[in-house]
């Protein structure tokens, strides 16, 4: 499937929320409205309706704040497309994540280490 990687405009609020919902993220609805506001959320959607949200970057800078693609849309290189358009206009990404997403991160060259309390941060020099 071909996906079209947008910045996310107010209209797509509600359907970046779900798709963090639905990837059980801890959402702060507030947190992902302004960074909307501040066009530092990235969406993807297939080609033929861009406007249907299929997965989700929230950014706060150079920090990846949450990462999400519908269940039914993953492994099919939707989350590579977000992370590789959120690299584009930035120097360095920092991902804070759990150990069950540390091969994709990995994979897509960040470099990552233990934090305490199981969890991992992962860098990625552009």
Known sequence: MDVVVRTADGDDLVAVLNVLDGAALATDYARVRDRVRAEDVIVAGPAGDPGRVLGACVLDGAEIVAVAVRRRRR?????????????????????????DAVPFYESLGFDVRPLPAGRYVGVLET
């Open 75 to 99: 492994d099919r290189g939707i989350g590579s497309a977000l992370i590789a358009t959120a690299a584009r206009d930035r120097e360095r990404l920092i991902a804070e994540c759990d150990a």
